[in-house]
C-alpha cells in the first residue's frame, strides 16, 4: 500500500536531522550535521537538528543542535565517559538484552511524543547508525504509514553494522525498510558513493540515489539568478601564498587512513627533496594507541619537514590545516573502504585542494569523475605524484580545481535536492 498522490505531494514542514553518533567536538560528524542541516533548510519549514546528549552542551549551543538521543556506542567508539554503560544485562529467561537497542526505542518514542511528527514532517539520517535506524523504524511502526513522516537514509558504510552483538546489521535494517515500505511508509534512501549505491540496490531489489556531501550554501532551485552567479563567481579558487609546498594527512592518525605507510611515503619523498622544498603535515595517534608504535611514531617525528598535530582537533584548526594545504594525501586501506567515501576528500573538493589516494576505496571512482586529483597504486607511485604536484603551475592547478569544484557543486547540489524532495 502507498500513500496516495495527494499525501505524497505535501509540503515538508519539519525536518528531523539526526545523528546519534554526534557525541564528540572532534571529527566529521559536528560539521556533517551542521551541512546537512544547512543543505535542508531551502526545503523545508523548520530544520531540527538532532544530535547526541553526550555532546557537549556548549557545542550543542553553538550550532543549535538539540541532544536528543543517547550514545549507543560506546563499546566501538570511547568518548572517554560513562564506560560503566557497558554493563551486560539477562532478562527472566537469561538471554542477554541489547540496552541500546531499547535505549534507542525509548530515545525515538521520546522525541516522537514531544514533536508530534505527522506526514508534512521527514526524519533525516545524513550518515544512518544501526541503533538510530532501529529506534527510528519502531516508532514509525506505531503510526498508520499515511500520517507517519517521511524517512530519509543515507548509507556512508561506518555505523550500519554497529550492533553490541557483532553480528552483522546492514541486512537486517534492509529487510526492515522493505518491511516498512510494504506497509506504506515513504521511505528514501541514498549512499555516499556509486558503488554502495549500486550494492544497496541489488540488496533491496529498488533504485537508491548517490549523494555526497550537500555544497555549502543555499541549494534551493528557488535561488534568484544573481544569487546564483555570486555563487558561480565564488567557485573559483582562490590563488595560495607563497610558501613550502605543504602536504597534509587529514585523520591520518588511524590505520585504517594509512598512518602506518605515512613513514614509507614522508622518507622517499624527503630523499628525493633534500632541500626540504615540501612539508608535510599529519596527525599523531591518539596516547593509549602510540604506546604501542612508540618506535614508528619517534621515527615520523625525526623526519626533516614533518609536524606532527594532536589526534583530535577541533574545527578551527582543522580549518586552518586545510588552509595551509597544497595538497591532501589519502593512503586508506581498500579493504575498510571497499563502500566508504571520505570526508576528507569532499572537504577538499569543496576548498580546491588537490588530493592524491591509493586506488581500491570506493571513492576513488568519485575523485576521477570530479577530475579532483588523481589515485595511484602504493608507496612508489604515491611519492612520484606528490613530487609532480609540487612542481605543477600553480595556475594550471587552480584552472583543474575550478573545474572540479564547479561539477560536484551542480552534481551535489541536484542529489541533494532529489532525494530530499517528496
Not at 544547512?38 to 556548549?58: H, N, T, V
Not at 614509507?264 to 596516547?287: A, H, M
Not at 594550471?396 to 564547479?406: D, E, N, V, W
Request: with cysteine; glycine share 6%; proline share 7%.
Amino acid at each position: 500500500m502507498q500513500r496516495t498522490d495527494h499525501a505524497a505531494s505535501r509540503p515538508r514542514a519539519r525536518a528531523f536531522i539526526c545523528d546519534p553518533v554526534c557525541a564528540q567536538p572532534f571529527g566529521h560528524n559536528v560539521v556533517g550535521l551542521k551541512y546537512f542541516s544547512d543543505a535542508a533548510r531551502p526545503f523545508f519549514q523548520e530544520i531540527i537538528p538532532l544530535s547526541s546528549r553526550a555532546l557537549p552542551q556548549k557545542i550543542r549551543d553553538n550550532y543549535r543542535f538539540v541532544g536528543a538521543f543517547a550514545f549507543y556506542y560506546h563499546r566501538q567508539i570511547d568518548i572517554g565517559h560513562r564506560k560503566s554503560q557497558c554493563i551486560e544485562l539477562r532478562d527472566a529467561a537469561g538471554a542477554i538484552v541489547d540496552t541500546e537497542l531499547r535505549s534507542a526505542e525509548d530515545d525515538f518514542r521520546a522525541l516522537f511524543e514531544q514533536y508530534r511528527p505527522t506526514s508534512a514532517d521527514a526524519i533525516v539520517f545524513p550518515s544512518v547508525d544501526y541503533y538510530g535506524a532501529l529506534g527510528a523504524f519502531a516508532a514509525l511502526e506505531q503510526m498508520k504509514p499515511a500520517d507517519a513522516p517521511a524517512l530519509y537514509i543515507r548509507f556512508i558504510g561506518v555505523m550500519e553494522n554497529a550492533s553490541s552483538n557483532d553480528l552483522p546489521g546492514l541486512l537486517p535494517m534492509l529487510r526492515r525498510i522493505a518491511d516498512l515500505r510494504r506497509a506504506g511508509h515513504t521511505i528514501k534512501l541514498c549512499a555516499e558513493t556509486p558503488r554502495y549505491a549500486d550494492y544497496l540496490a541489488r540488496e533491496i531489489g529498488s533504485p537508491v540515489d548517490v549523494v555526497p556531501y550537500p555544497p555549502h550554501g543555499d541549494v534551493s532551485s528557488d535561488a534568484s539568478q544573481s544569487s546564483r552567479e555570486d555563487e558561480e563567481s565564488s567557485q573559483e579558487i582562490a590563488q595560495r601564498p607563497s610558501r613550502p609546498f605543504t602536504v597534509s594527512c587529514p585523520g591520518s592518525s588511524r590505520y585504517d587512513k594509512g598512518y602506518l605507510s605515512l613513514r614509507d611515503i614522508f622518507w622517499k619523498v624527503r630523499s628525493l627533496d633534500p632541500e626540504i622544498r615540501i612539508r608535510f603535515v599529519t596527525q599523531g595517534l591518539p596516547i593509549h594507541e602510540a604506546v604501542h608504535h612508540s618506535q614508528y611514531t619517534n621515527q615520523l617525528y625525526a623526519l626533516p619537514g614533518v609536524r606532527i598535530l594532536p589526534s583530535s582537533l577541533s574545527e578551527q584548526q582543522i580549518n586552518d590545516g586545510y588552509r595551509q594545504s597544497d595538497l591532501v594525501i589519502l593512503p586508506y586501506d581498500p579493504a575498510i573502504y571497499q563502500y566508504r567515501g571520505s570526508a576528507v576528500f569532499m572537504e577538499c573538493l569543496a576548498r580546491g585542494i588537490p588530493v592524491i589516494a591509493q586506488s581500491g576505496s570506493a571513492f576513488c571512482e568519485q575523485i576521477a569523475y570530479y577530475g579532483a586529483g588523481v589515485v595511484v597504486d602504493g608507496v612508489d607511485a604515491m611519492v612520484t605524484e606528490i613530487v609532480r604536484h609540487s612542481m605543477r603551475s600553480p595556475r594550471s592547478m587552480r584552472i583543474q580545481l575550478t573545474q572540479a569544484k564547479h561539477r560536484y557543486n551542480i552534481d551535489a547540489a541536484h542529489a541533494f535536492a532529489t532525494w530530499v524532495k517528496p
